[in-house]
Nanobody
């Protein structure tokens, strides 16, 4: 049974940083493209960033490029999202997801975590 468990969310002031973690079990971590999505209140869930199976390349949404960094530790089966220079616009529930595709679209993620809340105050 595949499980993705996010942690590290919380309340932070604008300009601050947070590091999210996603612990994966039940899958061969290195065989999956891993991503982070977010969903703000009243809005659709959108892909923020994903990292390839090897951990050597990543894509970012324009809104977070240069501020967020995704990484993975295959030895620990853990995905990370370092978020810097946070703004209130980054407030959302953040979800970890896994895809068996090399370049997945938003709809091609097979497994999801339960989400962790990130709130950025002004």
């Amino acid at each position: 049974q595949v499980q993705l468990v996010e942690s590290g969310g919380g309340l932070v002031q604008a300009g601050g940083s947070l590091r999210l973690s996603c612990a994966a079990s039940g899958l061969t971590f290195s065989a999956y493209t891993m991503g982070w999505f977010r969903q703000a209140p009243g809005k659709e869930r959108n892909l923020v960033t994903f990292i390839n199976k090897e951990g050597s390349g990543a894509n970012y949404a324009e809104s977070v490029r240069g501020r967020f960094t995704i990484s993975k530790d295959s030895a620990k089966n853990t995905l990370y999202l370092q978020m810097n220079s946070l703004t209130p616009m980054d407030t959302a529930v953040y979800y970890c997801a896994a895809s068996d595709r090399t370049f997945p679209s938003q709809r091609q993620f097979n497994y999801w975590g339960q989400g962790t809340q990130v709130t950025v105050s002004s």
